[in-house]
């Protein structure tokens, strides 16, 4: 289901004849395969194929080339072509086909294509009602069952389309990791800690089960524009994390304990991080909408955004500061000397003495 106008564009049953050259005779009488190639095909195509020879006019200066060819009137029996002269390298006494191979009647392909030198024979079919993804891994079942079947030597691949989606699905995955590794080795550098980093990109998680949920609730298929959305939303779910988390480590430098910086972080970067996040949103809503001609192609990166920011948002204000107050739970206020060398307890004002 969802293969449509499945076709073999090679022909055949294309008629041929077959000469088969009897290699002992031809030694016999000194000529070789080669010699009764060429005198074949100089018969059938022209001498232009294999000695390319011209006449230059030496009034107008043109050159003509110069073809010896057998008249195709006469070639029209299997008895014509028998009887076509073939003459030797060697200089030998000069034959006719017929004495040196024989000749009969068969069928073949019409075009012979390649792929990596090898033959192969092209199958082809659209898709319909389906995406390509879901038609791909019905048809590799299939070929995976065929594969047992085949004789040695052949082999079955699926190339098209197929094969370049594939190709394009490693690379943005590749370059989707790369990306999650480069921001966090960043974060790193900036935070001057293993741990902060680690906490900001538990948002991420959350976000790629926001884009599943997006393209599960609209029918969307994964594809190139999906991945390239769900790149993009990792940026700026990034970017969110790391608001609420720099917020929450400069409150507990400030002397408050993990559990009141997370939630101060929590309550203080809500709205910058909520407008960050709807801007994205409703921005991407034309595009999720699929509006315009050709909008349909570009619908799955809009509805990867948005999926992925709806979840990544909830999880950067209540699940990060959640992380961070368990992963700093045995930090302790230090204490303030504008205090008098006791913990600023938290929100209380401090008194110059």
């Known amino acids: 289901p969802g293969m449509a106008d499945p076709r073999i564009q090679q022909s055949f049953d294309l008629p041929e004849f077959d000469v088969k050259v009897d290699r002992s005779r031809a030694q016999e009488l000194g000529f070789t395969q080669r010699d009764i190639a060429n005198n074949l095909l100089i018969s059938l195509s022209g001498s232009f194929q294999t000695n390319q020879t011209f006449w230059l006019d030496s009034k107008s200066g043109v050159s003509y080339p110069l073809v010896a060819q057998t008249p195709q009137a006469q070639l029209d029996s299997i008895d014509a072509l028998r009887n076509i002269p073939v ?101 790193v550098v900036n935070f001057q800690s293993w741990v902060d980093p680690f906490i900001i990109i538990t948002a991420l998680p959350a976000a790629l089960a926001g884009i599943v949920w997006m393209l599960f609730l609209t029918h969307t298929s994964v594809s190139v524009p999906a991945l390239t959305g769900a790149i993009m939303c990792m940026g700026v779910a990034t970017a969110n994390s790391v608001l609420v988390v720099s917020f929450a480590r400069e409150r507990m430098n400030a ?72 992963v700093h739970r045995h930090h302790r206020p230090q204490p303030d000397p504008a205090s008098g060398g006791q913990p600023q307890i938290p929100g209380e004002p401090v008194h110059a003495h």
Do not use: C, W
């Open 255 to 326: 002397g408050d304990d993990a559990f009141h910086a997370a939630s101060q972080a929590g309550f203080t970067r809500f709205r910058p991080v909520l407008m960050t996040a709807l801007a994205m949103i409703i921005g991407m809503i034309p595009m999720a909408l699929g509006m315009g001609d050709g909008g349909e192609q570009n619908a799955p990166l809009g509805r990867a955004v948005i999926g992925g920011l709806i979840f990544a948002t909830i999880a950067t204000l209540i699940y990060v500061p959640v992380v961070f107050s368990l």
């Open 87 to 187: 003459t030797g390298s060697l200089g030998t006494q000069p034959q006719i086909l017929g004495a040196l191979s024989s000749i009969s009647r068969s069928s073949g392909p019409s075009v012979v294509n390649h792929y990596n030198v090898a033959p192969t024979i092209d199958v082809y079919g659209t898709t319909q009602d389906r995406d390509l993804g879901a038609v791909a891994a019905d048809v590799q079942k299939i070929v995976d069952a065929a594969k047992k079947d085949l004789p040695r030597g052949s082999t079955i691949t699926i190339r098209g389309q197929v094969e370049t989606m594939l190709q394009s699905f490693q690379g943005l995955l590749l370059g989707l990791a790369f990306a999650v590794v480069l921001v966090y080795l960043l974060i």
